[in-house]
Each structure stands twice: as structure tokens, then as C-alpha cells.
T-cell receptor, first 113, second 113 residues
Framework: AQSVTQLGSHVSVSEGALVLLRCNYS??????LFWYVQYPNQGLQLLLK??????LVKGINGFEAEFKKSETSFHLTKPSAHMSDAAEYFC???????????FGTGTRLTVIP | EAQVTQNPRYLITVTGKKLTVTCSQN?????MSWYRQDPGLGLRQIYY???????DKGDVPEGYKVSRKEKRNFPLILESPSPNQTSLYFC????????????FGPGTRLLVL
């Protein structure tokens, strides 16, 4: 069974500081991994995804994530936070050969001016 | 513009009064899915459809019905809503290939009194 754990339901960073949002997955085989962002009162938008190509994945808005099989992790980072990054972030996993997404419980990012 | 649309965006109803939330996509996607989002629980899949006339249960199907008579539409039906179905609902669609990005609608906020 697929599952995702996001450590930290709330993360606060200062503007300009490093953003690190943690995601660990449980899967018997290398899965597909996704990060989605949800801005207030909006739907989910794809930030980036891992589909077994390069382990370091670059996404939109300066975000990137690294797939680490040995740690079963797919943490999301951004070198310098902007006020516009304040949102809720969801990590999700799907199995090879399937479309169904299993989401983590989300991390709300606050950026402090 | 490629998009997933949902209607209505906001709905207040009473226990037991049947309702339908519509979902439509214009990207010719085979796969469509419904999720509910609740605080602290992330997104959980209700039902999904791999193509016309092919639907299956997700993780939390109780109290919901779906149909897929046309490729572009995937309505969610609550035949007898209850207060525990108060939630934020998202429809999503994608091509039916492993690792494909799912595109989300703007969400429907439902309150059942």
C-alpha cells in the first residue's frame, strides 16, 4: 500500500530564508512522487514530480525536490522564501501502473516578513 | 484554456436533501477522480474513473455515488447528505498513464446542516 508522511503540519520561515518541507513515502517499489501547492481558496497546482528520471527534480517558482531511495524521502526545498510562497503544500505518491494519488496531510507554510 | 470546472463552488444544504456536484474537463482525459479535503487529513480519494462507464471506489466512498456517461463529465452525487460530509471537494483529471499529472478543479465547499 502507498502512503505518505509529511512531518510538520505548520512551518514558519523568514522571508529570504531556506524553505524545507519534509515528505517520506512508503512503497514496496519506487513510486511516482508529486508536490502540489494550494493557495488560499484555490485548487491544487503541481509544483514538481518525480517519475524515475533524474533524482533532483526542479519545479516551478524556484522549488526543487530530491528523491532519496535509501531514505524513502522526497523533501521540498527553496533557497530563499518569498511572501508569495505562503500556502499549503501536499506531497503525494502513486504506484507504478496506477493513477491513484495518495496524499500526505499537508504542511502550511507561513513566511514572516 | 485547459481546465477542470466544478459547480457549484459553494453549497449549503440540509441533511437528506439529494445534491449533485458537477465536474467537467476539456482536456480529453481518460482518468477522473473525486477527493475530499478535511483539516488535518489531507485529500482522500472518494471515487475514480478510468474511462467512460468504468468507475471504482477510492478510500472513502461511503455516502457517495458517481457516474461516467461521457468522457468529459464526472458528477458526484450525494443521495442523502449528512453533516459528516461537510467538506471541501475537488475533482481532478489526467491521462491514463502512470505518473501523469492530475489537474484539479477549483473546489466545491459543501456545508450540510
Amino acid at each position: 500500500a502507498q502512503s505518505v508522511t509529511q512531518l510538520g503540519s505548520h512551518v514558519s520561515v523568514s522571508e529570504g530564508a531556506l524553505v524545507l518541507l519534509r515528505c517520506n513515502y512508503s512503497s514496496s517499489v519506487p513510486p511516482y512522487l508529486f508536490w502540489y501547492v494550494q493557495y488560499p481558496n484555490q485548487g491544487l497546482q503541481l509544483l514538481l514530480k518525480y517519475t524515475s528520471a533524474a533524482t533532483l527534480v526542479k519545479g516551478i517558482n524556484g522549488f526543487e525536490a530530491e528523491f532519496k531511495k535509501s531514505e524513502t524521502s522526497f523533501h521540498l526545498t527553496k533557497p530563499s522564501a518569498h511572501m508569495s510562497d505562503a500556502a499549503e503544500y501536499f506531497c503525494a505518491v502513486s504506484a507504478t501502473g496506477a493513477n491513484n494519488l495518495f496524499f500526505g496531510t499537508g504542511t502550511r507554510l507561513t513566511v514572516i516578513p | 484554456e485547459a481546465q477542470v470546472t466544478q459547480n457549484p463552488r459553494y453549497l449549503i444544504t440540509v441533511t437528506g436533501k439529494k445534491l449533485t456536484v458537477t465536474c467537467s474537463q476539456n482536456m480529453n482525459h481518460e482518468y477522473m477522480s473525486w477527493y475530499r479535503q478535511d483539516p488535518g487529513l489531507g485529500l482522500r480519494q472518494i471515487y475514480y474513473s478510468m474511462n467512460v462507464e468504468v468507475t471504482d471506489k477510492g478510500d472513502v466512498p461511503e455516502g457517495y455515488k458517481v457516474s461516467r456517461k461521457e468522457k468529459r463529465n464526472f458528477p458526484l452525487i450525494l443521495e442523502s447528505p449528512s453533516p459528516n460530509q461537510t467538506s471541501l471537494y475537488f475533482c481532478a483529471s489526467s491521462y491514463y498513464t502512470s505518473g501523469e499529472t492530475q489537474y484539479f478543479g477549483p473546489g466545491t465547499r459543501l456545508l450540510v446542516l
